[in-house]
């Protein structure tokens, strides 16, 4: 059940929801929320969309980005996030967990478990983080197949075709390829590690669909804000694993300071308090509402 305390839920499909935010003028922000409660948070900020990011689930489960989780690892952690925000929520589907068929499966699954988008991208398997070097690119037809897959499972979800293109062959056979996957049903092109602002000015001069720009910390492209990346052409900007690595550093500090101390005094004021907390997930909500639930009773038998 989505938003179980909500009497309002918005009834209509999270692939057409987040279809409407793009047709803004404004760039449309996405955070990565790497769980229910970091959805939460980023909704109270105000954002209206999340990502779900491929390396924040895989690390969340202490493994690496490598495309080694499977279908329903990731349908957890759609269905928790969608559960607790209601956010159109755009998800990593790494090379689509196999070929034409296995994408069309992964496409319905995605859609079930309440995801806006899916997000494909043109490696080969071991996949790796765009920014990392060394990826192997399937072939533009065998990527293209996928996408033509993927549209035609859909009901509603956004089809986001990723290309890794740009650092192993180079901008023109990105822009080839993204070219190519548009003409297969994509309806937004993810260039993946692009590092220049004029490599990111070229792609949307030359691919006519809505783009999406990722800025991930530690990685080939220099920092840049949505403005900036709204004014090179861009309709979405995703931070997918900035929510995790603070939150993975602030856990670290504190098993560091509890080892040290023997105790959590020290950390107090870097710590979500207990009522922020119950105020971020509604406890006093959830409380009322099984409050009035009125609790069943057997009828009496009918004599004769």
């Keep these: 059940m989505v938003y179980l305390i909500s009497d309002t839920p918005d009834p209509r499909p999270a ?36 990502y779900l990011s491929g390396a924040a689930m895989s690390a969340s489960m202490g493994l690496p980005d490598l ?6 690892d990731v349908c957890h952690f759609i269905r928790q996030v969608y559960r607790a925000s209601d956010l159109p929520i755009l998800v ?49 037809d065998d990527m293209a197949a996928k996408v033509a897959a993927a549209k035609k499972a859909r009901k509603h979800m956004q089809i986001v075709a990723r290309t890794d293109a740009a650092a192993s062959e180079g901008i023109e056979s990105a822009i080839a390829r993204a070219k190519r996957y ?48 709204q004014k090179l052409g861009y309709k979405i900007v995703i931070w997918p694993v900035s929510s995790l690595r603070v939150a993975a550093k602030a ?4 098993y560091a300071s509890i080892r040290e101390t023997g105790g959590t005094k020290a950390s107090l004021d870097q710590m979500q308090t207990r009522a922020e907390l119950y105020d971020t997930i509604s406890y006093s909500a959830y409380e009322v509402l099984d409050a009035s639930i009125v609790a069943s009773s057997v009828p009496a038998p009918i004599e004769g």
């Design 182 to 229: 548009v003409e297969a049903g994509a309806d937004i092109i993810f260039p993946e590690a692009l590092n220049t602002p004029e490599m990111f000015a070229r792609f949307a001069a030359e691919v006519k669909v809505p783009l999406l720009a990722n800025m991930t910390e530690f990685g080939r492209t220099p920092h840049t804000t949505a403005a900036e990346f």
């Design 92 to 140: 990593d589907g790494d090379t689509g967990f196999g070929e034409a068929l296995n994408v069309m499966q992964t496409v319905r699954a995605f859609e079930e478990a309440g995801a806006a988008a899916i997000q494909i991208e043109d490696q080969l398997l071991p996949k790796k983080c765009g920014h990392l070097n060394d990826k192997k690119l399937a072939t533009i």
């Design 67 to 72: 495309g080694i989780i499977s279908v329903e």
């Design 251 to 254: 856990q670290e500090k504190l």
């Design 15 to 50: 692939g057409l929801r987040l279809k409407e935010l793009l047709e803004r003028d404004e760039i449309l922000q996405m955070p990565g929320a790497h769980n229910g409660l970091a959805s939460l948070l980023a909704k109270r900020a105000g954002f209206e969309a999340v």
